[in-house]
């Protein structure tokens, strides 16, 4: 429990002033990322030193009060310390250049007294550095501010402040701009719903206004905006974006529903349970911010390169002080450093990519996810659900003993009116075709569903069944053979069969197939175009049914006939090999192969295990998605690196017109600071790049 009290507050911006008694030092970005996990948080600053929390936040959305009790909550004593540099504000920078105009203008001695007072914390944070043996940047600009300030030139000394405390001010500035837009994305979508008011009526409010204990009512085709409880009425609840399955849910009275769920059918009155961030698609905040505490390995490179280049500075600075005597050349020189624009850049690029990913329906878990992205060089697809749409589509109807168009609307007509009984996802195939070819109802008997085999009823009073040839043939003693040949060519082309008897004789028989994606030749085809070398499928089909989808997608390899075992082992078999695997899946045992892979990318219907196992979750139900997703981290890692060369080329450049005196410290400083504003301006621009496909 953290002791506080709100200090100031206007809608939209919270100040809590905190116990001096409560030991804040080095917790500031524990107490950041535990707050900006709440949906309608946009940015929060924690000042360690002044014991205070300032909170940005959506009044829309949230009440002072809700964010209280959630910052009472944060147990400190779990933090996971991690030291905090000196948040630099707009009154930092107003007071250096007041302090540098009193140098300039003032007689020396007050300038003195203004320039030690103003330099002192940078003074103090260089030593401080020092004391901890530790050897960084800011050591480096201690030394050329307190050089300056040495030789008495307090107005250099109050300018390059001014400067360094600008620069770091921009450099923060540009890290909470790149904050706020991934917590732009955490805000809820807002729906219409009906709410049922205490006197009765019915009033039509926006779904971010309810609060715990309303009563909605949900109508078919009404998204569910709320976690809440059923207290009146029965529905069917399509739950397919969060846990995969195709068939809808009934909730009835005390069911829960959750949000990011829809009505299928049925009308219900539910109790608002939760809402905003406590609501089950808020989860997704809680991924982004996960994501953005894990360090990729660039990350710790660039980290490791800019420690070293601080001390390769210092090295220059002793030597031209060595050569010259000359302590300007020498602050100029100490003024450089490629620490800000390496250690900067990387994670700016990383979140800038991150939201453009996001606006374009992709969920990247962070900046390791991208860089394996970028690596990989085969990319295995799960089939049902993936490639496919998880469904089959009617391809042939055969009639037989009946030829022409007229024999094959009537036989489809007559299994769909049938089949329109049984969810199973074959007989929805048949029903949505008949649909599509406004086909009338066929009246029929009761129908009776044979589990695993197919349905019985009757048409004319005469027994009609449908579903496998096994069921047919030996349960119902039903002759095959005088269709044998028409039965072979029909399997050759790797169509699923269903065959309809009436009066215990064939009647004829209907052709599905997987229903593939409508992107699945163009993603598949920008895939190889952008450097994957090797497209492979996992199915559970025969070996004969799977290899010829492989051959229609041309596909390098098939893996048929495969268990949720044997997944993950054929993953592990590629990375053997020396391949850098990116696995597609969508289903629960999917799970274990998104693990393996070094990148896991899980579809949008997929359930919520593959989507907690996996690397990236497409937000959309499209393919594509995937292709874009390889394509963003070739950006971002082509950024990276292009950054890193500005960076080095051009400090080096600035130290050597520093150590040859062409340059004064304050220029020494503006330049050096522009060069690393200009390289984070590149790193944010990427958030606004076009879509692709």
Known sequence: ????????????RIRFKLNRATELEDTGEWIKKSLMVIQGVSAVRVNETAHSIVIDYDDNLLEPHTIEARLTQIDLSEAELEESEHQFTRGDIAMNVIGTLSAALLPNKWGALTTA????????????????????????????????????DYRTAMMTQTLISLGEFMEQETCRKSDKLLADLMIP???????IMPDGTRLQVSSIELAVNDIIELVPGDPVPIDGVVIDGAALINQSALTGESVPI???????????????????????????????????AQLIYDSLSEKSEIQQVTQDMANRRVKI????????????????????????DYSCALKLSTPVTFKSIMYRAAQQGILLKGGSAIEKLAEVDVCVFDKTGTLTHGDMEVTDVVPFNCQGEHCARDLLA?????????????????????KHHQLPHIDHGEVEYVIAHGLKSTVNDHCLVMGSRHFLESHESVDFSAYEEQIRQYEAKGRHLIFISHQGELMGMIGLRDHLREDVYQTLEDLKQLGIS????????????????????????????????????????????????MFVGDGVNDAPALTKANVGVAMCKGTELARQAADVVLLQDRLYGVAETYQLSQIAMKMINSNIKVAEYVNSGIMLAAALGWLNPTMSALLHNGTTLGILARSVAIKNGPRFG
């Open 1 to 12: 429990m953290i002791p506080l009290r709100i200090k100031h507050h206007i809608p939209g």
């Open 117 to 152: 007072t103003l330099i002192a914390p940078t003074l103090a944070e260089g030593i401080s550095e020092l004391k901890q043996k530790r050897v960084s940047v800011e050591v480096l600009d201690a030394i050329a501010v307190g050089l300056s300030a040495y030789r008495g």
């Open 189 to 195: 979508q807002e729906s219409i719903v009906w709410q």
């Open 250 to 284: 009934r909730r009835e009275l005390d069911a829960v529903v959750y949000s990011g769920s829809s009505v299928h059918e049925g009308t219900i009155k539910v109790r608002v349970d939760k809402v905003g961030s406590e609501a089950t698609t808020a989860k997704i």
């Open 313 to 336: 500075t210092l090295g220059i600075g002793a030597a031209v002080f060595a050569l010259t005597q000359d302590i300007n050349r020498v602050a100029s020189v100490f003024l450089v």
């Open 414 to 434: 007559i299994a769909a009116s049938v089949e329109e009984h049984s969810n199973h996802p074959l007989s929805q195939a048949v029903v949505n075709a008949a």
């Open 534 to 581: 090797q497209l492979m499928m996992i199915s559970g089909d025969s070996v004969y049914k799977a290899n010829m989808l492989g051959e229609d997608l041309k596909l390098d390899r098939v893996f048929a006939e495969a268990t949720p075992e044997t997944k993950s082992t054929i993953i592990e078999s590629l990375q053997q090999q020396g391949h850098k695997v």
